[in-house]
């Protein structure tokens, strides 16, 4: 894909257009819009800022902006299942750093890595909010808790890979 | 168990009905706004004064007395909740958010209704896509119910809610990153003065209120001031949601009143420690709070004023128990390697001192410190503090200073054997 050839679905387009409106003001769209470019896409490629900075009519800059501040927007591809292992404190404490070894050494990658097939990506974030589950991953948009490593292996498996 | 929790808000989370509007009104749902409408808006603000109910998210700021800064004219003003739930080790708001939707959501027309808001917010952090989805269909349904929208069950009062969901970033947790965040802006934080209730959200007044705050608002308006004043303390009346986590038997939220004591809570609540485990430390509010020894906790009460007076502060509630098989030097370091990685950098002692405390923790971890950086990790949080337009920086700094005064020994064993103390280190 060139540098200018991204375009989202026209559901996509269309959603986008409606957040505009949503808001009080239209920047708070620029977050929504990033989530459906992700969604369609799997990640936000860099012509894909300057495709909603047409279509939101909001400067480039400042869409790319709020596109580099927020952790959860993805810059570079992902594997199709982002394995996001939590090595904070709680989860660190119950083998949540051991975990993420494990998994990325079973995949053979490195963190923020996507596996050579494309399938897997497995990446150390920060506290997900789940402590009392310790360890626990976020598969995509699933939580996946009170974890070991076989029990991480058998849930991966059951979503493909 | 030997002990009973005081299930105030919780008291219909173990049924799965209670999600829905059907099962929510089944249990007195929405009974409590009909009555606040009834009242005029200075009543509900006068009861929440009176009840000493303080903010849940972490500052402990008294609710009655931040919605009473509002200006007291017609200008438009927001109601924001904050479930961005960020602080490393609390988990309460996701419960309550997946469990009783409605009730968040009574208590914010309640609230919404006092300070004369027509438009509310709950901005929820990017993670929680199940809470999200289930705070937007309850909204869906409170407003086919008429308990949304233009006059509300009669009274003339009109109010919209939306859902607005977070990217990934600690700092949206602090009130005025959050209002960045939902302008659509980096969520970098404000100066203060002027506060939110004076230009807040697009330069309206806005008041910024946790979900548990808001959730509270409703029993408080159930069952009056008084009432709600029988349980915890004269300072910090009613009852909390501790989210406990770490190495105890049973970990878990748990609703207690304020001022239950913390031994209480990890060995009564929560079942102790797994067996043959001894008590090293606690962190009681969330991983900025300063560590307590085993011995201070073990004397200390969950009250804002009493972890005050113990050299540490209750915040959002989160109480991270560590038993004597972790290594502090390592705790420190995962601890300080997050407030590093969520620093928004607009303030220089911030975005540098966390890098540079994290850094050299995580040397002394790798085996290549010197004593003298012990007291360096100690003189650039000191640096650190009270220097910034938002707490994250203070928030790193406390963890620090109180690791490396309090398990100095921990510290200065590793930088002369080059290994921990306890363990052998998992490095991330």
Known sequence: MSETAFEL???????????????????????????????ENGWVPPAAINYLAQLMELPESHINEVFMFYTMFNKVPTGKLHIQVCTNISCSMNGGRELANKLCKHFNVKPGEVSADGKVTVSKVECLGSCDTAPMMQVNDRYVENLDFDKALRALKEMGV | MAVQETKLLTEHYDKNEFQGLQGYLKF????????????????????????????????GFPTGVKWGFLPKNNEDRYLLCNADEGEPGTFKDRMMMERAPHQLIEGMIISAFAVN??????????????????????IKEAYEAG??????????????????????????????????????????????????????????????????????????????????????????????????????????????????????????????????RKLKAV?????????????EAMKVNMDYESLAQAGSMLGSGAVIVIDDSNCMVDLLDVTLHFYHHESCGQC???????????????????????????????????????????????????????????????FEYFV???RSKVKEVAHA
């Open chain 2, 283 to 295: 962190i009681p509010g969330g991983s900025s709070a300063p560590v307590l020894t085993a011995e």
């Open chain 1, 9 to 39: 679905s026209k559901e996509g387009a269309e959603f986008v257009k409606k957040e505009l409106s949503r808001y009080e003001t239209k920047h708070s769209a620029i977050i929504p819009a990033l989530y459906q470019v992700q969604k």
């Open chain 2, 28 to 59: 007195g749902g929405y009974e409590d706004l009909k009555k606040a409408l009834k009242m005029q808006p200075q009543a509900v603000i006068d009861e929440v004064k009176a009840s000493g109910l303080r903010g849940r998210g972490g500052a």
């Open chain 2, 416 to 418: 002369k054997e080059g």
């Open chain 2, 348 to 410: 220089t002692p911030c975005r540098e001192g966390t890098g540079w405390i994290s850094k050299i923790t995580h040397s002394i971890k790798n085996g290549e410190g010197t004593v003298k950086d012990i007291d360096l990790i100690k003189a650039v949080s000191e640096h650190m503090m009270g220097k910034t337009i938002c707490a994250l920086s203070d928030a790193a700094a406390m963890p620090a200073i109180s690791f490396v005064t309090k398990f100095r020994d921990e």
């Open chain 2, 117 to 138: 808001s027509k438009k509310s917010y709950i901005y929820i952090r990017g993670e929680y896509d199940d809470s999200i989805a289930i705070v937007a269909k309850a």
């Open chain 2, 147 to 276: 308990f949304l929208g233009k006059n509300i069950l009669g009274s003339g009062f009109d109010h919209d809610m939306d859902v607005y969901k977070g990217a990934g970033a600690y700092i949206c947790g602090e009130e005025t990153g959050m209002i960045s965040s939902l302008e659509g802006f980096k969520g970098q934080p404000k100066l203060k003065p002027p506060f939110p209730a004076i230009q807040g959200y697009l330069k309206k007044p806005t008041i910024v209120n946790n979900v548990e705050t808001l959730a509270a608002v409703k029993y408080i308006i159930r069952d009056g001031a008084q009432a709600y004043r029988k349980y915890g303390t004269e300072k910090s009346p009613g009852t909390k949601l501790f989210s406990v986590s770490g190495n105890v038997m049973r970990p878990g939220n748990y609703e207690v009143p304020l001022g239950t004591s913390l031994k209480d809570l990890i060995y009564e609540y929560c079942g102790g420690l797994r067996p043959g």
